[in-house]
């Protein structure tokens, strides 16, 4: 028998050797179908393993926040942080199965306060033109601030029922193509055009909210691929309480009318998004999110999938959170397969494998064709995520808007998507937006960023 001494040591050599493996041993990188870097990354296996613990904490406050909240309260105006760069926006993006027409409304209030309002509408009616209205710092009025409803120069949201219905109007003056706001002051308001909308969204798929729904290896990899340090622990220990984010699919039906011009009716497929937080778009260096809808669904898992989102984001500089975020999801249709569990990304395409066009004066756009991979399971389960590629190419229908003072420009491109499950060989053609951004001139990371 070894004596009490040696297998002590022993046993403290092996501890100190476990824990060495864990701090330094990373994963094996792992790479898409055709090499693609993927993201979250994650880093080394004792950050994965600390970092899925955070990941869990995360997902159950989620949860209790979700369940203390009534539907209403959700969906209505939230307490405003003290902080500069607040921010709630509500936003529904629609797109003509038949003619490729998009319909897109931001509204936030944002500020210290939220006593301020950035609103955007566009419309893009083929064989018509597109039509724009963008306004920024725009005061909260009281009477706006008595209903509840977001709604700012013409353009009102009203919510008909919690998470399943609302009212998207907007009654107002739109200018032909799309301005940067220095060029807007410019032009002639006798460019103007009377424009009445009224459609009415309702939702067909399960409600995807953000960190509650997400796969918890996929917060763990995004929080442990960032360089970890006394700042990182201050962004994570003092994260806002006061945000939220939820997205869902479903129908915009109604009338667009361009006076004197066109009427049409439409049942535009949307994806409606609604989230309070700390946020900056020029914290942003890069973004790219595809909202698609799918001619016929997709086959993963036993069950058939209509929709998908992905969101990938480069913050470099981030002084507030990470610097590099990737999520997304694929959704069904509830009426037809109402058992049927939410899609999550696993992992997916890294944003910095991403290429974009690069002019001389310094402004990006995507590349004519982007082509992306995501892997995605249902939250809980534990079995191997599935690759679903995403290819777009085709001609280009875009609309531009720039936040933040034209800080960063914001592209909303309607094009061809075909989308394959690479288990199976399943292609199907789909529709939707790909939505790029950029950060425009010098950032400054001491004015903080994104929660």
């Known amino acids: 028998m070894l004596p009490l001494e040696v297998v002590v040591a022993a046993t403290t050599l092996l501890a100190a050797a476990a824990g060495t493996w864990l701090l330094r041993s990373t994963p094996k990188a792992e790479r898409g179908p055709r090499g693609e870097k993927l993201d979250p990354a994650g880093g080394t296996r004792l950050k994965n393993l600390l970092g899925y613990g955070m990941a869990l904490i995360a997902k159950h406050r989620e949860r209790q926040a979700c369940a203390k909240a009534s539907l209403r309260e959700l969906e209505a105006f939230h307490k405003p942080e003290p902080h500069p760069f607040f921010n709630e926006s ?3 993006h629609g797109c003509d199965r038949d003619t490729g027409d998009h319909v897109s409304a931001r509204l936030s209030r944002h500020g210290s306060g939220a006593e301020k309002s950035y609103v955007v509408f566009f ?6 033109g597109i039509f724009s209205f963008e306004r920024d710092d725009v005061p909260v009025s009281d009477a706006a601030r008595a209903s509840g409803r977001p709604s700012a120069c013409g353009l009102e949201l009203e919510c008909l ?10 009654d107002g003056k739109m200018r032909r193509g ?3 706001p220095q060029q807007a002051r410019t032009l002639s308001d006798s460019d103007l055009i009377e424009v009445d909308v009224d459609l009415v969204y309702e939702r067909q798929t399960p409600v995807f909210y953000y960190m509650r729904d997400d796969c918890a290896e996929t917060l763990a990899n995004n929080l442990s691929q960032e360089p970890w340090g006394i700042q990182f622990a201050k962004v994570c220990l003092n994260r ?5 984010h939820y997205e869902d699919f479903g129908t915009l039906s109604g009338t667009v009318r361009i006076n004197g011009i066109s009427s049409r009716e439409y049942a535009f497929d949307t994806f409606r998004d609604h989230s309070w937080d700390i946020r900056r778009w020029a914290t942003m260096d890069s973004v790219l999110i595809l909202l698609v809808t799918l001619e016929e669904p997709l086959h993963l898992f036993g069950h058939e999938y209509w929709f998908l989102d992905l969101t990938l984001v480069s913050m470099p500089g981030n002084t507030s959170g990470v610097a590099r975020y990737s999520t997304g999801y694929m959704l069904p249709k509830e009426s037809l397969d109402p058992d049927a569990p939410v899609l999550c990304l696993v992992r997916g395409t890294s944003i910095l494998d ?6 001389p004066d310094g402004t990006r756009e995507p590349e004519a064709e982007t082509d992306v991979v995501m892997y995605v399971r249902p939250e809980a389960a534990q079995m191997p995520a599935i690759p679903v590629r995403v290819h777009m190419s085709g001609t280009v229908r875009r609309l531009i808007y720039y936040p933040d003072g034209n800080q960063f420009q914001y592209m909303e491109d309607g094009l061809d998507f075909r989308v394959t499950n690479l288990a199976s060989g399943q292609q199907v053609k789909a529709y939707g937006s790909r939505q790029s951004g950029f950060r425009q001139g010098d950032f400054d990371p001491s004015l903080g960023g994104c929660g």
């Open 354 to 359: 991403v290429p974009w066009v690069r002019h």
């Open 161 to 170: 029922e919690p998470m399943r219905k609302w009212r998207l109007r907007f």
């Open 123 to 128: 419309l893009d009616i083929a064989g018509v």
């Open 240 to 244: 806002s309480k006061n945000h939220g």
């Open 178 to 180: 799309c301005h940067t």
């Open 90 to 92: 509500f936003y529904f």
